[in-house]
């Protein structure tokens, strides 16, 4: 009974259904005529009565049958175009002129790679809205670590997990992402206890408390913004970044660690015990490819390979993991780093062969960004070829600058040529494969 809804007045269903049906009784009528045979028994007589004597008139009977059919044809498509047409704008209001789009993403990417992409802050929202456009299978695991700013307001009065990383996730996969970007993102800037708060980690933090745990707030979130992928936390555990600096002093807290201005020997997670969720293992156990950054070194994307079980999991995984490279320096955590250091931050912490590519930037930056960014400290991040080579990790290089407002990577050329290299990496993989099979029957012939 629910299907006759859709015959209700006023969704302009009924008229083009009858069209069609028109069309089609026609279609068949005209056969009738051409053919000479029965195809709906007595139903058609009265039609084919009137080609016969009207449109026969044309010339030939047959005639008659042809533009009977033709007209047949032409009243089922365009009977089945605005039946369509009705649907979707009940279905889609206002977004009707977009609906390619709609089928594409919803169809055609959803048998895209999966692809897991770790880290946290504005880079890897920026790496997740270049790979949407090749596939809906994405996961985000971003890190819980931040304690400044609105998200650290939050995380201690609510005591949930700072909302903000996954704010930013949850708008960058979004379908509508122009508008949700500028509404999640709008910061209060007056009233007592809204100030400085934006309204996305508002809204989360409202779902958070509706829906009783922090995962589920995000899953239901995503499917209000309609979400292609998924976005999940590195750990739900209250956890605290802290590092070793190269002095031997010790700092907590994730905002703190770059005021200090000194080279830092390690970070470390309160508790160490803290566990990835179970979803998070599943993506990686699942991954056609794992994207480690980009995003601050120390503060986003080292934290999350500290989970307990996390980095485990990328080692067991067959996929290809690439890590990439931050385009600038950043002063208070990696000053001076090149892209070799980068990588040996990650060796330090999580062990050597953990990453297969590394991706880096490679190209000019303009000198007034270069100036901008020297006044705070920040320089480019040089390649060091032969460092990279030496940790056993392919290079890939390419220019991945965006300078419209700060130096980041631009997104869709970083998605295009991590995407090139996968699909390298897929087809030499598959060859191996192709190989070792060979040599297997090879060995048993003889």
């Known amino acids: 009974m629910e299907g006759l809804k859709w015959l209700y007045p006023g969704l302009k269903i009924k008229r083009w259904l009858l069209l069609a049906a028109l069309g089609l009784f026609l279609l068949v009528s005209g056969l009738t005529v051409i053919l000479g045979v029965t195809l709906l028994a007595s139903a058609e007589r009265g039609v084919t009565w009137f080609i016969l004597h009207t449109l026969g008139a044309l010339g030939s009977p047959l005639l008659g049958g042809v533009v009977a059919a033709g007209l047949g044809v032409a009243l089922i498509i365009l ?9 979707f704008k009940v279905l889609f209001p206002g977004n009707t002129s977009n609906l390619w789009q709609l089928f594409y993403r919803r169809q055609y990417l959803a048998k895209g790679p999966h692809i897991v992409a770790i880290g946290g802050g504005t880079g890897l929202a920026v790496l997740l809205r270049g790979l949407k456009k090749y596939t809906r299978n994405l996961t985000a695991i971003v890190t819980v670590a931040d304690d400044g700013g609105s998200s650290g307001r939050l995380r201690q ?100 660690i770059p005021r200090a201005g000194k080279r830092i020997k390690r970070v470390f997670l309160q508790p160490a015990t803290c566990q990835p969720p179970a979803a998070a293992l599943e993506a990686i156990a699942r991954a056609d490819a794992i994207i480690i950054g980009p995003g601050s070194l120390y503060t986003s994307v080292l934290p999350n390979l500290l989970v307990r079980g996390l980095t485990e999991a990328l080692r067991q995984s067959p996929a290809p993991v690439f890590y990439v490279s931050n385009i600038m320096t950043q002063p208070g955590e990696t000053d001076g780093y090149t892209v070799a250091d980068h990588l040996q931050a990650i060796i330090d912490h999580c062990g050597p062969g953990l990453v297969d590519v590394v991706i880096a930037h490679r190209g000019p930056i303009s000198r007034g960004a270069l100036r901008r960014y020297g006044e705070k400290g920040a320089r480019p991040v040089l390649i060091n070829g032969p460092g990279v080579a030496r940790m056993g990790v392919e290079l890939r290089t390419g220019w991945l600058v965006d300078e419209i407002h700060v130096v980041r990577h631009h997104p869709e050329r970083l998605a295009s040529l991590i995407m090139e290299e996968f699909y390298r990496h897929h087809s030499r993989r598959r060859q191996r494969l192709i190989y070792l099979v060979r040599e297997k029957f090879r060995n048993l012939a003889h």
């Open 157 to 256: 009065e609510l005591k949930i997990p700072p909302p903000g990383d996954i704010r930013n996730c949850l708008v960058a996969l979004a379908d509508t992402e122009s508008l949700m970007e500028e509404l999640f993102s709008y910061r209060f800037h007056q009233g007592e206890g809204l100030a400085g708060h934006s309204l996305g980690n508002l809204l989360l933090a409202a779902m958070t408390d509706m829906a009783g745990d922090f995962d589920r707030a995000i899953q239901e979130l995503a499917r209000v913004l309609a979400v292609g992928g998924r976005v999940i936390p590195s750990t739900t555990s209250h956890v605290v970044l802290g590092a070793e600096l190269a002095d031997g002093t010790t700092i907590l807290g994730e905002s703190n």
């Open 79 to 87: 009977g089945l175009q605005r039946l369509a047409s009705s649907v």
